[in-house]
């Protein structure tokens, strides 16, 4: 580690482009000195993409056979992918599936000495402690966490509904049984591949859990020893905007609406809303969010709940999918750099963490 308070993030696709650009924008009050970021593959297409995220700051590193292509487009790199990691202070990996844990045995495994973390995101199941800002922070332990998993847009959303809630005066016990359909977008606006003509359901591969959606929360609590009887099921749909969820809380104690309501509006990291479709809240994002991001953790329309008998929460709630990963990203970051003062560090993303949308 040479340079002090260096955030470096590696992948620019989906998740790690909007990453990069925030801590870049926001270098000075998150407490980061330098930003760093790994482009693997040189594309005319994407050249646009390195020059604003360099523009706003952050410095391209790749690997040493790319140097040269990226200099041929004009590009200074400022270090190679070894040199950049032996050189960050945290470590972000935005790669897809898989890439993650080979980069862990390939480079994290021979860093760990001198960096104080390595972060990646919601496909690396396994990866570290997992983590959700807002969720299961007690559960960090700066001696020995050294790998961090930041947990998927959907499990984020779960988990902060089921917090909110279910669990009160932190007694698990008040939820009985929580069920979850996972209705997913098919693609992100910014993917070309992989939108589907129709609805397409999803199998349930997982006896106790049915899908990972409610396996990944159950994970996420568990590491603050909670074991939760969680349920999902998971359908895409044709659509680029937002994934939205259906729920169904039964709890121990008698709730009623204007009690949920307030739940809801008690919680800083969660929007309510009066709009009820994707449509309309994806497009308040896109006026007022981060470059279009919302960093809340889930966007909860309010027509939508209803109490059923006396005990049982329903209602739908939609993902702002990368929004919520982006904060927890952050934060742990902030909190590698800064233990004591995470909060104040993210005091700068407040304006996008809404309360009403
Ligand atoms: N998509 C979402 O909305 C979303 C939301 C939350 C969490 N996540 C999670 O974020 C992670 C990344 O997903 P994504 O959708 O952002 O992926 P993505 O759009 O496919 O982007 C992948 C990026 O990783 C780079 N990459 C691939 N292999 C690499 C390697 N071996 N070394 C260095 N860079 C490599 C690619 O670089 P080049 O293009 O330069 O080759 C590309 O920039 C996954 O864990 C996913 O589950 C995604």
Not at 10 to 34: M, N, V
Not at 323 to 332: E, K, R, W, Y
Not at 338 to 352: A, W
Request: some cysteine.
């Amino acid at each position: 580690m040479s340079d002090a308070r260096h955030v470096h993030v590696i992948g620019t696709g989906t998740i790690g482009e909007p990453l990069i650009g925030l801590l870049a924008d926001f270098r000075e009050p998150l407490g980061i000195q330098t930003v760093s970021f790994h482009k693997r593959t040189p594309l005319s297409t994407e050249r646009a993409k390195v020059k604003s995220l360099m523009d706003r700051g952050a410095l391209l590193c790749t690997d040493p056979e790319a140097i040269s292509k990226f200099e041929d487009q004009g590009f200074k790199v400022s270090w190679d992918a070894e040199e950049a990691i032996n050189r960050a202070s945290v470590v972000i990996d935005c790669t897809p599936s898989g890439v993650g844990h080979e980069n862990k045995k390939r480079y994290y495994d021979r860093f760990t000495h001198n960096t104080l973390g390595f972060i990646a995101q919601g496909s690396e199941f396994g990866f570290g402690k997992m983590y959700a800002r807002g969720i299961n922070d007690d559960a960090l332990d700066h001696e020995n966490d050294k790998f961090v998993h930041v947990v998927s847009c959907n499990t984020h959303n779960i988990s902060v509904l089921v917090k909110t809630l279910a669990i009160t005066n932190e007694n698990p016990d008040n939820l009985l049984e929580a069920k979850f359909v996972m209705m997913r977008r098919s693609s992100d606006t910014s993917q070309d591949g992989d939108f589907i003509p129709a609805p397409k359901v999803g199998k349930h591969d997982d006896p106790r859990f049915g899908t990972h959606h409610a396996r990944d929360a159950w994970h996420l609590f568990q590491t603050l020893d909670y074991d939760l009887p969680l349920y999902s099921s998971a359908i895409k749909l044709n659509t680029q905007f937002m994934h939205c969820l259906w729920f169904s809380m039964k709890l121990k104690e008698k709730i009623s609406l204007p009690t949920v309501i307030q739940r809801l509006r008690e919680n800083r990291r969660i929007a309510t809303t009066e709009k009820t479709s994707a449509n309309q809240i994806y497009s308040f994002g896109r006026d007022h969010g981060h470059y279009g991001r919302i960093l809340s953790q889930t966007v909860v329309p309010l027509k939508s709940l209803s109490i059923v008998g006396e005990n049982e929460v329903v209602g739908f709630a939609y993902t702002p999918q990368d929004g919520n990963p982006l904060l927890s990203s952050v934060a742990i970051a902030c909190w590698y750099l800064d233990p004591n003062d995470i909060g104040t560090r993210l005091d700068c993303l407040r304006p996008f963490l809404f309360h009403e949308i």
